[in-house]
């Protein structure tokens, strides 16, 4: 069984704060790495994603792997109360990079 | 393009009946992925299609859940007979080939079985 860990939360942010949510998984052999935002009642939508260790960059969103560490985070800096939203945490399986883990996801809250 | 469409939005239904939920995919796109959400176990793969034909079925629950993709428009899920336990949101995603890696859902199906 493929584990995706993430905290569920509530995690709390002031409003153009840094939110920073972190996920870790299970098989070594996992080569994708996404993130996806879900408003309630929504459908997830992708964001970001990663393949290499290191950061990667877009706009206000920045994801890191650390693939020794078997640790995915996405930092939203300046966070904005339209961030509020569940975010879910997806790695591929090592075996199949077609089939994505997913994680129960953290929900974000910013304060305005 | 509309994005990918499924239908219906809301199904309730009692224990024991056929359920068929549907999946319109993104044209032009390779792969079609069947979701399930729910509370207790979040997101979970049910099934995924690479040109039509189903490549991997393991997160089927059970020999009640069925799935097809007859062409590369269309596709559905079958819970025969129903259950409580199947009630959930069920999400149908489509992606271009694996080298352009981009998975977008439709806006789900929310099942109530009673």
């Known amino acids: 069984q493929k584990e995706v860990e993430q905290n569920s939360g509530p995690l709390s942010v002031p409003e153009g704060a840094i939110a920073s949510l972190n996920c870790t998984y299970s098989d070594r052999g996992s080569q994708s790495f996404f993130w996806y935002r879900q408003y309630s009642g929504k459908s997830p939508e992708l964001i970001m994603s990663?393949?290499?260790?290191g950061d990667k960059e877009d706009g206000r969103f920045t994801a890191q792997l650390n693939k020794a560490s078997q640790y995915v985070s996405l930092l939203i800096r300046d966070s904005q109360p339209s961030d509020s939203a569940t975010y879910l945490c997806?790695?591929?399986?090592?075996?199949?990079?077609?089939?994505?883990?997913f994680g129960s996801g953290t929900k974000l809250n910013v304060k305005p | 393009d509309a994005g990918v469409i499924q239908s219906p939005r809301h199904e309730v239904t009692e224990m024991g009946q056929e359920v068929t939920l549907r999946c319109k995919p993104i044209s032009g796109h390779d792969y079609l992925f069947w979701y399930r959400q729910t509370m207790m176990r979040g997101l979970e793969l049910l099934i995924y299609?690479?040109?039509?034909?189903?490549?991997?079925d393991s997160g089927m629950p059970e020999d009640r859940f069925s799935a097809k993709m007859p062409n590369a428009s269309f596709s559905t899920l079958k819970i025969q007979p129903s259950e409580p336990r199947d009630s959930a949101v069920y999400f149908c995603a489509s992606s271009l080939s694996p080298g352009a890696r981009s998975e977008f859902f439709g806006p789900g199906t929310r099942l109530t079985v009673l």
């Open positions: 997806a790695v591929s399986g090592g075996d199949n990079f077609n089939k994505f883990y």
């Open positions: 299609f690479n040109n039509n034909v189903p490549i991997d």
């Open positions: 990663i393949y290499s260790n």
